[in-house]
């Protein structure tokens, strides 16, 4: 017997564009579910539908009577000094694992989790065999953990039985012969399209009366019409439209020039022998970092250690007990905040980041390569989702004309073609970047454990 049926679920996006239709499945126990999908595919929305937390436009979902379900959600890891976002996540997380739920519904519960604390998650998953339905970008996670996989892309609802590793070599194989046969069908209206052309081209050839012919034109204009009629018959065989759509195709990431970046004094940031604290508790002790023009930073060190804290103080918000921190002269900083909290949710994205750069062009070429889809450029932050606030946050940041870089975490709600797009941009940014961090940095970052 399942513990818990959807049966037609429905959900639209501003009554009109459909997140999902009719959606069905069932969760057994046992199962480990996987929900993946690109930021804004209704991934939140769908947990948010089973707790009863938001109606769906149609369809239902029905469950044993006295079935318990326990909900981890993105909001459970919001930042409260002393305590840090990872802190914060985990002592939710224990107290949900310590809940008699049935299902446990967790949205991306390793965010903000450093190591040790994801493999903690993960073996009490295992271990007490829990039945969930989890939102997650972590691919380790999902390697670990999963037994089936939900995803929803572009409208389209599909479940997998297996392992995340069966589900991408079935999406691969899906997706080669879903080129194939797009591409056989190309070819093939390439072929009738030049038999076409050359049926053609020999009517106009027939057409055209020899010198002192013995016939009559009229001869040579019914053979041109005959051969014409062929190719006209042709072209009516080939279908108005193409019987197979398209596969999906990301665009590969433009050359930048960052139009409006001006160099900073070196180094742009000087950190001797600082230490932070909350209170009595000293959160940093004698941590020194030298940032040089060009360099890429990854800060990194279990949840509390003092990381956002850094941030802070390097934005003046927090006071040092000791050390100094020096800014160079034409330094001008772009820091992008846990859970995006700098933005203005009554802006749209595209209103967000004209307002640091008028270049309309520029503006949209950032946000289509961190994966925003053009649609929601123009919806009030409010209404984005997490992922979609984080993608609008960091383009901001990079139309802005900052020369040195502050990343808390900007990975967090990504799904993981964003995540390859963000550092394929960050790739290219001229300037110098601190970046914090729980997944292995790029090979050529230096790296400030704390």
């Not at 007490?128 to 995803?151: G, K, M, P, W, Y």
């Not at 892309?153 to 899906?174: I, K, S």
């Not at 060009?294 to 050390?323: C, D, H, M, V, Y």
């Not at 994205?349 to 949209?364: G, I």
Request: hydrophobic fraction near 40%.
């Amino acid at each position: 017997m399942s513990y818990l049926q959807a049966r037609g679920l429905t959900l639209r996006y501003a009554q009109q564009h459909p997140l999902f239709q009719a959606v069905d499945f069932d969760i057994n126990p046992g199962d480990r579910v996987a929900l993946v999908g690109p930021n804004g595919a209704g991934k939140s929305s769908l947990l948010r539908i089973i707790t009863g937390a938001q109606p769906p436009d149609a369809g239902v979902i029905t469950k044993p009577r006295g079935l318990t379900l326990a909900h981890f959600s993105q909001a459970d890891a919001d930042v409260d000094p002393p305590l840090s976002a990872g802190q914060r996540a985990r002592a939710r997380l224990a107290e949900i694992l310590d809940e008699p739920a049935g299902i446990l519904l967790l949205d991306e519960p390793t965010n903000h989790l450093d190591t040790r604390t994801r493999h903690w998650l993960a073996h009490q998953l295992l271990r007490h065999n829990h039945t969930c339905l989890f939102v997650s970008h972590d691919e380790d996670f999902l390697h670990q953990i999963a037994t089936r996989i939900f995803e929803i892309r572009r409208g389209q609802f599909r479940q997998f039985t297996g392992t995340y590793a069966e589900y991408l070599r079935h999406a691969e194989t899906l997706n080669q012969k879903n080129w194939s046969a797009y591409e056989s069908e190309q070819r093939q209206l390439a072929a009738f399209e030049r038999a076409a052309q050359r049926r053609d081209q020999l009517a106009a050839k027939v057409a055209d009366m020899p010198p002192g012919g013995a016939v009559s034109r009229a001869f040579y204009n019914a053979k041109s019409a005959k051969v014409a009629r062929t190719a006209r018959l042709l072209r009516e065989r080939l279908p108005h439209e193409s019987q197979v759509a398209k596969p999906w195709e990301d665009q590969p990431i433009p050359t930048f020039d960052f139009r409006n970046f001006t160099r900073p004094g070196d180094p742009p940031i000087d950190i001797q022998n600082l230490t932070l604290s909350y209170g009595p508790n000293t959160i940093l002790k004698n941590f020194t970092l030298t940032l040089r023009r060009g360099e890429r930073w990854a800060i990194q060190g279990p949840n509390g250690s003092g990381k956002t804290s850094l941030f802070r103080a390097i934005r003046s918000e927090l006071t040092p007990t000791a050390g100094t921190i020096t800014i160079a002269n034409n330094v001008k900083l772009g820091y992008f905040a846990q859970e995006a909290e700098t933005l203005n949710p009554r802006q749209t994205p595209l209103e967000a980041c004209l307002a640091e750069c008028t270049d309309r062009t520029w503006v949209q070429t950032i946000l289509a390569c961190l994966k925003l889809p053009r649609e929601y450029a123009n919806v009030p932050i409010a209404q984005l989702s997490l992922g979609e606030r984080a993608k609008t946050a960091l383009a901001q940041i990079l139309v802005s004309g900052a020369n040195v870089l502050l990343l808390d975490e900007p990975t967090n709600h990504l799904e993981i073609e964003a995540r390859q797009a963000l550092m394929a941009t960050l790739d290219q940014f001229p300037g110098a970047i601190l970046l914090i961090t729980h997944a292995p940095p790029p090979l050529n970052w230096c790296q400030a454990p704390i």
